[in-house]
């Protein structure tokens, strides 16, 4: 896993203080669903990645930490390894929540809408995300393609 180097952020939002990178700028909806996930709108979050980042950030903090330790007890039972644990681990937390959030969001949303679009019912627009296994441009070119068999 290739994995960027930790940022500082500078400013702290008391809403997402959890998030290391900027989240992704989503278009209006006015901009029509096809514009919408040509920009990403409803691809996998990339939130999931950030969690596994800051598991291995943990990780090399912690190995900086048992290296540099200069106790005469193990510094896995030290009060500091246990803090840097417990605040990257605090941060996995919220980011893994988030994505989920996130992720669940978009399912949702891009049901809606293409049930909205081709004025289908979302039982049918579900059925047909199962069963596809392409990009999500590629739904949205399947099923305007066969929108006109989906009204029996």
């Excluded at 096809?34 to 409803?42: T, V």
């Excluded at 994505?99 to 049918?124: D, I, M, N, Y």
Aim: with cysteine; hydrophobic share 30%.
């Amino acid at each position: 896993m290739n994995v960027p180097p930790k940022l500082k952020r500078g400013k702290r939002s008391p809403f997402y203080w959890w998030r290391r990178w900027k989240s992704h700028q989503y278009l209006p909806v006015r901009k029509g669903l096809l514009a919408r996930i040509q920009n990403g709108d409803f691809e996998y979050p990339e939130l999931f990645e950030w969690a596994k980042y800051e598991l291995k950030y943990k990780q090399d903090e912690l190995d900086e930490f048992v290296k540099n330790y200069q106790g005469n007890e193990n510094p896995k039972t030290d009060r500091q390894y246990i803090d840097i644990e417990r605040r990257y681990q605090k941060r996995y937390n919220k980011l893994f929540e988030d994505a989920c959030e996130v992720e669940h969001r978009h399912l949702t949303g891009l049901t809606e809408a293409l049930a909205k679009e081709f004025k289908v019912s979302k039982e049918k627009v579900k059925k047909i995300m199962e069963e596809f296994g392409g990009t999500t441009e590629g739904l949205y070119l399947y099923v305007d393609k066969i929108k006109y068999t989906l009204y029996d």
